[in-house]
Each structure stands twice: as structure tokens, then as C-alpha cells.
């Protein structure tokens, strides 16, 4: 295999199958997701040798049998992006869903953390590798209703912050992107499959799209061995915050 080897979990939608995409010309993909037939889908149309893994990040025991499966000429990963994750519910704390609560923090922190035990030692006994988490805006301010998922996403930050600490005697780059408003299926799944609900969020301004998070990772990946992008926050240009959005241009 000429190629690095990156893998993606969340690769079936929105800005993992974006990632998977944009990544396709410089490496080789193993694409992880809950959606078989999405990934045998994008298996066949990425332009470049695919290895698709089918397993929940929130299972510890399927994350493991899947990653301890990775043919021998994948399996010196180069580029993690953890990816996966979701926003479910936007509740009052005092009104919260436990299982929204445990579906965030299953996916959006341990399920990062699941996957990344599995992967990082490799790179470690390699002394090279780069990791990729996808953050958000909501890991740097709490919006109102936000409560746990942005929990979730501070944890994300503290994690990313504690990789690159942990990892900077072994010459690993972490890097976490962190997005504001994104027009993928995000709001479909907070909301529940409520398409009108999900279409307010971006009503009246032009958000990002998974392209443009895609091109960022891209370039981050892209630059020179000294030089590692610690942390980056992108937001569409109708969007100052978290909660102020310029919805009277569009």
C-alpha cells in the first residue's frame, strides 16, 4: 500500500462521509459507521482501497473486535478523525431526557475515548500518527438548553487538550476542529426526525456545510511535520456565537 492510512468513525453522513471524500486522493480510508449499507455504498465509490467497519462507538466490545479486525496492510493507521457524534433533545436541565443525556455522552465522549484507546498505541510504537477530533462551538460556550451537550463537547476540548499533552514526547499532532451552524443531519436527529423543527435552525442565514469542515480537516492534515493546527473553531458568517445569528441577509 502506497498510501497513509486514515480511518473516520461517523463516516456515513454530514461531515464524516464529507471527511471520507475529501481525504480519498492521499489515503487509504477504513470508514466506521452504524449504517451497513451506507458504508458498503461508499466503499464502492470511493476512489481509493476502503476497508468499511460496521460497529456502534458506544459499544467498548464491538469498537475493539472491529479495530483488532483491520487487515494487517491497513492496520499502521496514520490519521484518526473521531468524528461521531450526536445532539439529542434541547431540554431544560431541569426537564432532560436520561436517555438523551446517556446517548451524548455515550457517543460524543466515550465513544471518542473508545476508539482513540484502540488506535493510539499503535501510533505511539510509531512515534507518528495525527488525530483529528471533531469539537464544536457549544465546547467553548453553553447556549441556553445546551446543558449536556455541551458538556459533552467541553469534554471533547479537555480530551483533546489532555491527547496532545499526553502525546507530545511520542511526535503525535492532535487537532480539534470545532464548527458552529453545519446544514447536515445534525438537527434531524436533536429534534427527532422533525423536519420543520430541524429547518428553523438554519432559517433566514447560510450556514456551513460538510464540504467546508471536510476542506479544513484536509488542510490541516496537509501541513508540514513541525507544524500542527492545535485548535480551530470555523463559523458560517452569519454566526458572531453560539447564540447570535445575523438572520436578516438571506
Known sequence: MTKPVALITGATAGIGKAIAEA??????LIICGRRKDRLDEMASELNTETVA???????KEAVNQAIRSIPESFSRVAVLVNNAGNAHGLDLINEGKLEDWDAMIDIN??????VSREVIPGMVSRKSGHIVNIGSIAGKEVYPKGNVYCASKYAV?????????DLNPHGIKVTQVCPGL???EFSMVRFK???????????GMTP????DIAEIVAFCLSRPAHVNIADLVVLPTDQASSVVVNRENN
Open 23 to 28: 481525504l480519498a486522493p492521499e489515503y487509504s
Open 53 to 59: 467497519l460496521n460497529f456502534d462507538v458506544r459499544d
Open 109 to 114: 465522549v466515550k465513544g471518542l475515548l473508545y
Open 157 to 165: 476540548e479537555a480530551i483533546s487538550e489532555g491527547m496532545r499533552i
Open 182 to 184: 453545519v446544514n447536515t
Open 193 to 203: 426526525g422533525d423536519q420543520e423543527m430541524a429547518d428553523k435552525v438554519y432559517k
Open 208 to 211: 456551513l456545510y460538510a464540504k
